[in-house]
């Protein structure tokens, strides 16, 4: 506690409802303190800093003008709203933030009343707000009442067509609705495309000491242009900045840019909002993600997600890797075969750095394509490049692939076009929750015809994918590989291109076989060595392949086996289903054959270490050698024992 900063206004504050009681000037003490409060957080737990403290003036000033939860303040993504949940009755365990049993990294339903809608992926905001102004308006929800529905976008998350579907809708509709663009001029990497230059022109056509004055000059005038409409509001940013047209033209009052950390700019702003506003509302702020703490100001991602961390130093507090990190390796060996081959392009959606792309750029710069954060956009696109004859590599965190399935089904599959999807962060990821688990990439996938589905058990067999995916062109094929690092394996020095649906069998045994997919593998080995102790051993095969399944292998080890089991990190629907589907058919069932298939189960696991989250869905080794022993029907002791 000692090293904790000294908060006196911070501390009276239990509810939003208490910031009501400040003047202005208390106010901005309160930022003060909360940034301070919001630093210390995170150096303690690690997680996403740079958003939040870019939003800590807007928070406070949205809090103490609008009436939360009753005012329904959305936020988009989520990731920066650390210091809403300290002002919204939580800072009593903002520090077990993305840890097991503490609170989500991002705004959740079941976590407060202030959080009236879960965020973790980009652009959702505006739509959500909007259902919150038509429901106001119908009578919805009539015992506790709508006021105002608020969405805090980020330029980052305008990139997105979504936010734009919403704002077409809004305008038509006319509700009254407030827009807050949270343009920090980054959302993860820096913005890309043609909207983030059309935001960049808004201020950089005028130097920012001209805007700020006059947005600080529109503050005294603000009640005129509501009451006469957005007339003299659009002639006066025209003047100001030739801003606003785009908005306006889907029917927003659009105001702003204004220094978005300036208490006397945004409070005087917002509550002629409240006050005078009958339509849709945009308002423009300018912040700085990082702003107040230097070391995450000063960091090329604006410290987005961060280690535990020394306040002085900024020094983060990470762990010596034992391996090369998968994403990494990726780049590595996508890169390796670009060299080879000139038609080997990359493709991202906001997330250079995150896939290792940044990489591939830096040796490769036109042949690598940072879309923004348009999943949609990015497997069509991909698509586009592979029917005019290019090798396109999208890398896609699974989580995010969700976002574009139509057009993986529609532009990709039907049309059988060789795009290549690299999928990151496969499997359950640790603090980042249940909104950013890869689950159900192969369950969505492997149902696709003509699509070839991988997995790699290490990260060698990652190298391998890569060639084999640059060596496909019979139609879509995709790989999965999961977050952090590798098991430690010796690596090639370039990739040799796999036997499509062929898998490789790691040790021979009898009485049961245990099937793995994915990197679940290193467990299946670890249940091994302890079956070996009780003088069981296992045949162990890494599939390789959930699409085309490997009928051979799995015939064999059906043929040559009293059971079989399953392994992978995906959902009920994947490979086990598959191979389920395969036994059946083939009338193997019939012969006796005792079959189990070892999936995530049918929940959403809340965030915490990775470890933890497979031991809830009961995926590591101990589980493992439990269900062999059951297929064999053998009791553990410990069993025998209770």
């Known amino acids: 506690m000692t090293n904790r900063p000294k908060t006196p206004l911070l501390d009276r504050v239990n509810t939003p409802a208490d910031l009501k009681a400040f003047s202005d000037m208390e ?44 005012d ?46 879960g965020a973790a992926h980009s652009s959702t905001s505006i739509s959500a707000a909007l259902g919150f102004a038509v429901a106001r308006d119908l009578g919805g929800d009539s015992d506790t009442g709508h006021g105002d529905a608020i969405a805090v976008i980020g330029d980052g998350a305008m990139s997105a067509g979504m936010a734009y579907e919403a704002m077409n809708n809004a ?31 808004l201020y950089t056509e005028a130097p920012f000491h001209t805007l700020k004055d006059a947005a600080k000059g529109a503050v005294s005038f603000l009640p005129e242009p509501f009451r006469e409409g957005a007339k003299r509001a659009k002639e006066m940013i025209k003047g100001m900045a030739m801003g606003g047209t785009l908005f306006e033209e889907l029917g927003f009052s659009y105001l702003g840019p204004i220094d978005g950390h300036d208490m006397t700019q945004l409070l005087p702003v917002l509550r002629a909002i409240k006050a005078r506003a009958h339509g ?49 390796v990726f780049a590595n060996a996508l890169i390796r075969e670009a060299e080879e081959d000139s038609r080997i392009c990359a493709v991202t959606a906001a997330m250079p750095d995150g896939t290792g792309l940044d990489l591939f750029d830096k040796k490769f710069p036109s042949r690598c394509f940072d ?9 069509t696109f991909s698509a586009g490049l592979a029917a005019g004859g290019m090798k396109p590599f999208a890398a896609i965190y699974s989580t995010f692939l ?57 990260e060698a067999e ?89 009928r051979e292998l799995i015939l064999q080890l059906a043929e040559e086996h009293d059971g079989l089991i399953t392994v992978e990190e995906g959902a009920v ?22 079959y189990r298939s070892m999936v995530l189960p049918d929940i959403f696991i809340d965030q915490a270490s990775p470890e933890d989250m497979y031991a809830v869905a009961k995926l590591n080794a101990e589980d493992i050698e439990a269900k062999v022993l059951d297929v064999m029907g053998i009791a553990r002791m410990s069993e025998r024992r209770a």
């Open 72 to 117: 329904k303040i959305v936020w988009d993504v989520s990731h920066q709203t650390y210091p809403h949940k300290i002002l919204t009755g939580r800072r009593d365990r903002i520090r077990t933030i993305r840890q097991k049993d503490g609170l989500s990294g991002f705004t959740k339903r079941s976590e407060s009343p202030y959080d009236p809608f």
């Open 402 to 458: 969700q976002r574009g399935y139509d057009q993986v089904v529609h532009d990709v599959a039907i049309q059988r076009l060789p795009v290549r999807f690299a999928i990151d962060r496969a499997g359950l990821v640790g603090a980042d929750g249940a909104t950013h688990a890869g689950s159900y990439d192969v369950a969505y996938l492997t149902n696709l015809p003509g699509f070839t589905v991988m997995a790699a058990a290490d």
């Open 462 to 550: 990652l190298v391998h994918m890569v060639a084999t995916a640059a060596a496909h062109d019979e139609g879509p094929i995709a790989f999965r590989y999961p977050r952090g690092e590798g098991v430690g394996v010796e690596m090639p020095e370039r990739g040799t291109p796999l036997q499509i649906g062929k898998g490789r069998t790691i040790q021979k045994g009898s009485g049961v076989a245990i099937l793995s997919f994915g990197t679940r593998l290193k467990e299946v080995q670890e249940a091994a060595e302890k079956l070996e102790a009780r003088g069981i051993r296992p045949t162990i095969a890494d599939a390789r392949f959930a699409k085309p399944l490997d």
């Open 171 to 201: 305008g038509h509709m006319g509700k009254r609705m407030i827009i807050i663009l949270n343009d920090n001029e980054m959302s993860i990497a820096p913005p890309t495309g043609a909207m983030s230059s059309y935001l960049s022109r």
């Open 27 to 70: 106010l901005r003490q309160v930022a003060d303190e909360l940034r301070a409060e919001t630093i210390s957080a995170v150096s303690e737990t690690g997680g996403h800093l740079g958003a939040g403290l870019g939003v800590v003036e807007l928070t406070v000033a949205l809090h103490s003008v609008f009436d939360a939860p009753r």
């Open 371 to 379: 879309v923004g954060i348009a999943e949609q956009h990015a497997v």
């Open 280 to 328: 849709p509302i945009l308002l423009h702020v300018l912040t700085k993600k990082g702003k107040g703490y230097e070391h995450a100001e000063t960091r090329p991602d604006r410290g987005h997600a961060t280690a535990k961390f020394d306040v002085a130093s900024g020094e983060q507090k990470k762990s010596t890797p034992n391996a090369p990190a998968y994403t990494k």
């Open 573 to 594: 629907g994947g490979f086990g289903s598959h191979v389920a589907q395969l036994l059946a058919e083939e009338g193997v069932f019939d012969a006796g054959l005792r």
